[in-house]
């Protein structure tokens, strides 16, 4: 039998003890894979102490990074910790003294990965990242490798488990939104702060790794504009599905005039498409290639076990060379072309706006007007008959035909400065395929 390759596990969480798992319960299938069996040689993790259940000799386990960087028959170290510190210092340390890294770890990359592709590059190594993004979902295999020959015009993705879980729940099952977000906590799928989840950190940081993986160019992951999902309520929801929709978060990156636009935000999605029928902790890609035409991805994106099936797969990789072939050639395309420059969304597209408008004569018409004004034209209008007195908040639902992003914003802006609004207007692109 050919000698074992021996891995280091950095992080015994719900991820780092999926892995191990996976890795002692599915071990001959995985040497099958790998031409070699692939060993656990250590473990480290702030507790080790605790019980996980895990099959791992209390010795194989232990509190210092240096314990898996310093040894020298470890080959491949695993990084499944969250955040930005220790994880960025660890990561160094592991490429510093020569190991090939694995890691789930998408704030890291988003925030520091030039600096770490940079000193990967330079010390011979590789890091492998299939689960920092989607979970389960081979997208960055897909995006690096089977479509390389295609020029990406455009992704969409549900990219958080969590808050898809949270919308979907909360629209099928009329739940609240504080019991659904524990739920998602229980299920391990929300981050250690859910705060990020929520408030589409975590999407945007995945959508910031895509961008670089289709288009070639790290765009900084605050400089693209984020909504998260804290805004949406189930009035939004129910008006929504009146008109056909739901309601879901989506990261859209595209390349636009010469330039690439990205945003994270709710927007509706027609009932009966792949983003819609979306429910639960899966996430979705959907991508444009100039030779392939559209593409769908869906799975599981968040939750032990997806997440350790793509952690281990890049174990695999990295053991039989695939991964460093990868990332010699991960995010070199169009460096010097257009999509390098960020510019800001301005697509045509339907929107949906949720006004609330103080119900008295003539206010339909001053808000009609000022759409007209900025060249919006309307689909449809929703105003159900209010209970409460003449003069009492309503909200008022429109929904446009295709119009410049940037118009609807400058439209909104003009209705919510006149005095016939109570509240600030909701504004929502819909996607219709
Ligand atoms: N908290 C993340 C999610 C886990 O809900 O999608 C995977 O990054």
Not at 253 to 271: E, N, Q
């Amino acid at each position: 039998m050919t000698q074992p390759v021996r891995v280091g596990i950095v992080g015994l969480g719900t991820v780092g003890s999926g892995v191990v798992r996976l890795l002692m319960e599915s071990a001959d299938h995985i040497t099958r894979h790998a031409g070699r069996p692939i060993v656990v040689e250590r473990a480290v993790c702030r507790d080790p102490a605790r019980d996980r259940g895990l099959r791992l000799p209390a010795d194989r386990v232990s509190t210092d990074i240096r314990d898996v960087s310093r040894d020298p028959s470890i080959t491949v170290a695993a990084l499944l910790v969250g955040g930005l510190e220790p994880a960025r210092s660890m990561m160094i340390d592991l490429l510093e003294h020569g190991k090939d890294v694995v890691t789930a770890n998408k704030a890291l990359l988003a925030e520091h990965g030039p600096e770490l592709f940079e000193l990967a590059r330079k010390k011979g190594r590789s890091i492998a990242f299939e689960a920092a993004v989607a979970g389960g979902i081979p997208i960055v295999a897909a995006i690096a490798e089977c479509l390389a020959a295609n020029r990406i015009e455009s992704i969409r993705g549900i990219l958080n488990g969590t808050s898809n879980f949270i919308l979907s729940t909360m629209e099928e099952e009329g739940a609240d939104y504080a019991d659904v977000l524990k739920l998602a906590q229980a299920k391990g799928f929300a981050e250690a702060d859910p705060a990020m989840d929520v408030d589409g950190t975590d999407a945007t940081q995945k959508l910031a790794i895509l961008a670089h993986l289709a288009f070639g160019v790290w765009v900084p992951w605050g400089d693209i504009p984020r909504t998260g999902i804290e805004g949406v309520d189930s009035d939004l929801m129910a008006y929504a599905g009146e008109l056909g929709y739901r309601i879901r978060l989506v990261a859209v990156a595209s390349r636009s005039g010469g330039k690439l636009a990205m945003r994270l935000a709710p927007a509706l999605v027609k009932v009966g498409t792949p983003l819609a029928e979306t429910r639960g902790a899966y996430n979705a890609v959907s991508l444009v290639g100039d030779a392939v035409g559209r593409m769908f991805f869906h799975g599981l994106g968040a939750g032990q076990m997806p997440t350790a099936s793509a952690v281990v797969a890049d174990i695999i990789d990295t053991v039989v060379g695939r991964a460093a072939i990868t990332f010699r050639t991960t995010g070199v395309l169009d460096t010097d072309g257009p999509a390098a420059r960020m510019g800001g969304m301005d697509t045509l597209e339907k929107h949906f706006l949720r006004v609330c408008v103080n119900d008295l004569p003539g206010v339909l018409s001053r808000i009609t007007g000022i759409l007209g004004e900025h060249g919006i034209s309307i689909a449809s209008v929703i105003q159900h008959d209010p209970s409460g007195a003449s003069g009492a908040a309503v909200p008022l639902v429109i929904m446009t035909h295709a119009c410049s992003t940037a118009a609807v914003e400058r439209a909104v802006a003009h209705i919510d400065a006149s005095d016939v609004v109570s509240g600030k207007t909701v504004c929502l692109s819909v996607l219709d395929e």
